[in-house]
DNA sequence: TTGTATGCGTTATCAA
DNA sequence: TTGATAACGCATACAA
């Protein structure tokens, strides 16, 4: 008995069909090398190739390289809307250039990260896309010691020279706080996200440089932190805030889950948005605009992001020479019905 | 100069500092084969590989073994929120039996998905899990023909003997038209998603079962179908069925889209939901009930979905005596505020 | 312009 | 129980 299945053809069963050496085969099958064959036999070996439907093995080729144009890409949570685009984005510029997308989830765990990330690395990804948020990590610090090529989307390593494209945050906090003090607000609360994270800081010093440019009070109180980037931990937080007693009648959320989180404490406690309190949030997640509060928010480019992030990493893969650097795209205020001039009494003491 | 970097370690490399054969190492290492080596050598030899940081190459042993152990992962588009969930059930399955996920989005564009998942084949994946949802497909026949793993998730295909993963669309929407029954309703619409896809088809005829079901008039022209699972082809099904006249006091979506399109419609036209129209969905997509009038929808094990395709597919891989079989997960209706009973006159004539 | 030889790191198949 | 050898499919330095 021969073969059960054809088994698939070689760049030796092309050569033999077209009776020259499996070398020349490769050589006229890669776009790179092609000049060296002649025109008529690249011509011959072409149409040997294609009707035997030889594709080429590219894990063969990838030991012999020790390239494997995949890249990991590697977020804490797909089911987060926040990531959905960013991925794609960067899917779409990968996969045009030839490369694959390797996609880990980490939930922000950083065993299941490192893990994940080993696994990515064992698999000879060529490089990284890092969406995940936790400022401080050993792990992005030992690859990127290791020389290993990667970008940052959505987040920056202040004290390490890793490319990132990131969105101008502090600039979209800006655009929030002054929308807010335009509509006549003074004493504007923060709901920071974690400070663990880039962003979570970011956005809070952002935050606190905003209030200054306004000459409004600078309360330190109005400033809390999350515990993490979810609605329960944004509800946590806004209650705690109402339960100190303090006076505020706008809130600028971390992000929109924080600020989801705040709608929940707001229908508990009878508490309406924007009359009570106007609200903004960060991301522009899908359907904001149909919550029973349509919610402002700060657009953010994800599509862009990941794409930009993308285009980056390919770059420093293919080019040597390649510096990293980062690049800044722009935030737009999206305002909708969650924000309006300040009415009445303060809402802390509506709550009790 | 020797070499600029240490180079990753290999199965020689630990075989030289412990003093025996590579071929060993290999067997030592492999759970499968540790057996056949002593277990003294076996103890040094993972001290060795241990202290060594070796790490084996996947890529290597995929040459040698021809398996891969990674799978491809076909959908439509990840930023639709019913998909994230489904991947990512996919993928801690996978991740747990050691195989890698390759995500590709086709954009329900034949064209696109054809090269994406040559692209897939290309890279030697293992198997497919197919989540898009076109009924007809050349492709699917295809691979199927050619001995292709694959397992078929949220869609089946009839014709075809090919493993898929659903849930209980027909209870689902029965669950859906006997709790508006319940409320009172007697002529309810059902805005179909394209008779293309699988789902479409299949939560239509449900539709029209569950009316028969409930003796209730089967009106056909109660039954509209969407050009797309998306918002606007919701609005303007609902559209269409609010100006030709009929009367209908309650519409049963083909799924959270389309129901949102409904919304729009119901809003542009100073309708109330659930007032002048109650409106149930399907897949219960994130933030539902944070909208303006919290949607009722049928609610699906999406991670579920993904976990078990991905654990069939791992079946079908490793067990060369699979047989293709369904497996079909419950549906459960979430009621909220966009369904109450029948109130006044028909939508259709406060609409002119 | 084409062919030869070699090796990427691993595992399968022998033989010892 | 261990070792030797070859081979997976391809790419590249070198020779012709």
């Known amino acids: 008995m021969t073969r059960e299945r054809p088994s698939v053809p070689t760049l030796r069963d092309v050569a033999d ?31 040997a190739a294609d009707s035997l439907g030889y594709r080429p093995n590219p894990i063969a080729r990838s030991l012999k390289t020790s390239r494997s144009a995949t890249v990991g890409l590697v977020i804490p949570d797909l089911t987060n809307p926040l990531f959905p685009p960013i991925v794609r984005g960067a899917e779409a510029v990968l996969e045009a250039a030839g490369y694959s997308a390797l996609i880990v989830n980490t939930d922000s765990d950083l065993v299941r990260e490192r893990a994940r990330v080993e696994s990515l690395r064992s698999r ?15 792990l992005l610090r030992e690859l990127h010691e290791q020389g290993a090529r990667m970008v940052l989307v959505n987040r920056k390593v202040e004290t390490l020279q890793i490319p990132s494209v990131v969105s101008d945050d502090a600039d979209g906090i800006a655009q929030a706080v002054r929308h807010l003090v335009e509509l006549g607000h003074v004493r504007i609360a923060h709901l920071a996200g974690p400070r663990t994270t880039s962003t979570g800081l970011l956005r809070a010093r ?49 992000n929109d889950l924080i600020a989801l989180g705040c709608y929940d404490v707001l229908a508990e406690r009878g508490l309406s948005c924007p009359g009570d309190l106007s609200v903004v949030g960060f991301n522009d997640i899908p359907f904001l605009d149909k919550l029973r509060t349509p919610l402002t928010t700060v657009r953010l480019p994800h599509v862009d992001l990941g794409a930009e992030a993308a285009r980056m990493l390919i770059e420093s893969i293919e080019d040597s020479g390649y510096r990293p650097r980062s690049l800044l795209l722009p ?10 001039r300040p009415h009445t009494g303060q809402p802390s003491r509506t709550a009790r």
């Open 206 to 254: 952002a935050f606190r440089h905003a209030v200054q440019d306004h000459d409004l009070p600078a309360d330190p109180s109005l400033i809390v932190e999350c515990t993490g980037w979810n609605e329960a931990a944004g509800a946590r937080a806004l209650a705690g805030l109402l339960d100190g007693g303090n006076a505020f009648t706008a809130v600028v959320a971390g």
């Open 17 to 47: 069909a077209v009776g020259v050496h499996a070398t020349t085969v490769s050589r006229a099958l890669n776009p790179k090398t092609r000049s060296q064959v002649g025109a008529e036999t690249v011509k011959r070996i072409m149409k």
């Open 124 to 138: 000879q990804v060529e490089g990284f896309i890092i969406a995940t948020a936790l400022l401080d990590h050993p």
């Open 331 to 340: 935030a737009t205020l999206t305002v909708r019905a969650s924000t309006t």
